[in-house]
Nanobody, 120 residues
Framework: QVQLVESGGGLVQPGGSLRLSCAAS????????MGWYRQAPGKQRELVAT???????NYAGPVKGRCTISRDNAKNTVYLQMNSLKPEDTAVYYC??????????????WGQGTQVTVSS
């Protein structure tokens, strides 16, 4: 059994910052790429950022320059530092991870999501 658990969401004023965390636990042999996605009401889920095991990153245009994705491989955890937040960043944020389990299977797992609301 593998789980991803996000934390760090909340209500923040425009221009503020939040740091999201996502910890993977369970029977994990290794984790390849990890990422953050978001889904606003009435919209499709979209990419925010991804990071490889080696630390190479990729960002969606709307967040480039305002967000930083990082990971701690020893803790099986990925982070998303979000700065200069805008109302349009309001969404449920999901993490995912490409995981090789202790049984040798490879799956993409998703967290349950954490709400980020940017409003004055």
């Amino acid at each position: 059994q593998v789980q991803l658990v996000e934390s760090g969401g909340g209500l923040v004023q425009p221009g503020g910052s939040l740091r999201l965390s996502c910890a993977a636990s369970g029977s994990i042999l290794s984790i390849n790429a990890m990422g953050w996605y978001r889904q606003a009401p009435g919209k499709q889920r979209e990419l925010v950022a991804t990071i490889t095991r080696g630390g190479s990153t990729n960002y969606a245009g709307p967040v480039k320059g305002r967000c930083t994705i990082s990971r701690d491989n020893a803790k099986n955890t990925v982070y998303l530092q979000m700065n200069s937040l805008k109302p349009e960043d309001t969404a449920v944020y999901y993490c995912n991870a490409d995981i090789i389990t202790g049984w040798g299977d490879r799956y993409t797992y998703w967290g349950q999501g954490t709400q980020v609301t940017v409003s004055s």
